[in-house]
């Protein structure tokens, strides 16, 4: 497993832990940019990072945690940011 700190849904870059530990455990940190907790939202709630994914976008793409959003964020920067889900391959226990 890559030992990355990009989240799978948003592609966000700095996440504070890897989402899932060597051995497929979800850590429970949670993403700045879009809110999804790894653990919580995708094996208590069941969403997959492509449907969070997509609500999250349909519902304005808005920056979870506000102190860290970024002066210029919006839908160009996402698509920017959204090129770092390719580098990154953790698979939920779903």
């Known amino acids: 497993m890559e030992n990355l ?3 799978p849904v948003c592609g966000y870059e700095a996440l504070p832990d890897v989402p899932y530990d060597e051995y497929g ?3 429970y940190v949670i993403c700045p ?3 999804f907790e790894f653990g ?3 094996e208590s709630n069941g969403f997959t990072f492509e449907s969070y994914r997509q609500k999250w976008i349909e519902d ?3 920056f979870f945690n506000k102190k860290k959003k970024g002066k210029h964020w919006s839908a160009e ?3 920017c940011q959204l090129e770092n889900v390719k580098k990154v391959h953790y698979k939920s226990r779903n």
């Open 5 to 7: 700190r990009i989240c």
């Open 25 to 27: 455990y979800p850590t």
């Open 33 to 35: 940019c879009c809110g």
């Open 40 to 42: 919580f939202d995708d």
């Open 60 to 62: 304005g793409f808005p």
């Open 77 to 79: 920067e996402l698509n």
